[in-house]
C-alpha cells in the first residue's frame, strides 16, 4: 500500500511558477513509476507526465513539453513537478499517481493516487 499526498498548489498570474510536490508513505517509492495528470472542471483526468523508477526516463504531452518538469528523489520519498511560464488552461486540479509500468497514459493502469491540488492560474 502507497499513500501519495500532493502539496504545492495554489494562485499564480500567467507566466509564473510552482512546485508540486508528492510525497509517498507506506512502500518505497523507488518500485512505482509515478505520473501527473490534472482535471479542469467538466473535462476528464488528463495525463502530462511521468517518469521512470529510477527517474533516467521522462515523458511529457506537448502542451507542457518545455515548461514543466518531473522529478524524483527516491530516497526521500518524493516526485516533484515543477511549472513554469504557467497558462490560464493550465488550471486544474493535479494528481500524482504511481504503477508499476512506466509511461501508462491511462488513469486506470494506476495502482494508487493522491488526494489532489488545485493549481489557478489568473491571466
Known amino acids: 500500500q502507497v499513500e501519495l499526498v500532493e502539496s504545492g498548489g495554489g494562485l499564480v498570474q500567467a507566466g509564473g511558477s510552482l512546485r508540486l510536490s508528492c510525497a509517498a508513505s507506506?512502500?518505497?517509492?523507488?518500485?512505482?513509476?509515478m505520473g501527473w495528470f490534472r482535471q479542469a472542471p467538466g473535462k476528464e483526468r488528463e495525463f502530462i507526465s511521468a517518469?521512470?523508477?529510477?527517474?533516467?526516463?521522462?515523458y511529457y504531452v506537448d502542451s507542457v513539453k518545455g515548461r514543466f518538469t518531473i522529478s524524483r528523489d527516491n530516497a526521500k520519498n518524493t516526485v516533484t513537478l515543477q511549472m513554469n511560464s504557467l497558462k490560464p488552461e493550465d488550471t486544474a486540479v493535479y494528481y500524482c499517481?504511481?504503477?508499476?509500468?512506466?509511461?501508462?497514459?491511462?488513469?486506470?493502469?494506476?495502482?494508487?493516487w493522491g488526494q489532489g491540488t488545485q493549481v489557478t492560474v489568473s491571466s
Open positions: 517518469i521512470s523508477w529510477s527517474g533516467g526516463r521522462t
Open positions: 499517481a504511481a504503477s508499476t509500468v512506466y509511461l501508462r497514459v491511462s488513469a486506470a493502469s494506476y495502482d494508487y
Open positions: 507506506g512502500r518505497t517509492l523507488s518500485t512505482y513509476a
